[in-house]
């Protein structure tokens, strides 16, 4: 089964590049969400660096390298209809995973740079009940004064999502960093957040170990899910 391409939503113009484990044989999947620049070439190096067997990462290809034009503090409107072409397109390949087996429950969101931006947004407007998140360098999108939306969903009950920023980075501010961490955390979400004292802008070997750790903690809990014999799915 193919995931959706159409020519409407410049990002949903190729298909997404699926690297590690094939769908059907894997335990745990991954979407992995590029930065301004990049591809899903470097989501692929990242997965070669956390080296876990049993994981499928799905990585999507912004139009032109990137899911929306301005700096993510800009007024949302300064980025249309970029934004909400990404956001569609997030939700599209999550639906497809969905049709393939594999619901949102059972995916854990990766997000470097302007792709942890985009999820962070993703995850306060949609609320899904997914695996977990991991935002690396990131935060909501919108001006410091911008009123948060009015909780439209269930909320983030439990949901791990691990926050990751340098404390001094180029592109984005610790405060959002935090900001974002703070809307998530009043959403019910269980929240971690690490700062280092690293300017330069990437994922260093700290935050490597901290994404396997977290993945290696869902890969358990499935298969504990899968052996259990009560367990109907």
Known sequence: MAFLTT??????????VLYGAPLAEAALVVYAVHGRGQGP?????????????????LA????ADTWYPQSFLAPLEQNQPRLDHALSMVRSH??????????????VLFGFSQGAC?????????????????????GYLGPEDRPRAAVQGSGLPGTEIVLLCAEDDEFVPLTRVEKTAGAFASLGARIELTTYDD????????????????????????????????HDN
Do not use: K
């Not at 999507?60 to 139009?63: G, V």
């Not at 985009?118 to 990131?138: K, M, V």
């Not at 990437?202 to 899910?225: F, G, K, P, Q, T």
């Open 94 to 107: 999550l639906a497809d995973l969905g049709r393939l087996g594999w619901p949102q429950r059972d995916v």
């Open 41 to 57: 070439g470097f989501m692929a190096e990242q997965a070669d660096r956390v080296d876990l067997p049993g994981v499928a990462w």
């Open 118 to 138: 985009l999820l962070s947004e993703y995850l306060l407007r949609d609320q899904p009940p997914c695996a977990g998140a991991f935002i690396h360098t990131g």
């Open 199 to 230: 300017p330069v802008h990437h994922l260093n070997d700290d935050s490597i170990a901290r994404l396997r750790r977290m993945l290696r903690s869902r890969l358990l809990e499935r298969v504990e899910v899968i052996t259990d014999p009560d």
């Open 60 to 63: 999507p290809q912004a139009d």
């Open 7 to 16: 020519p409407e939503n410049p990002h949903l113009a190729s298909t997404p």
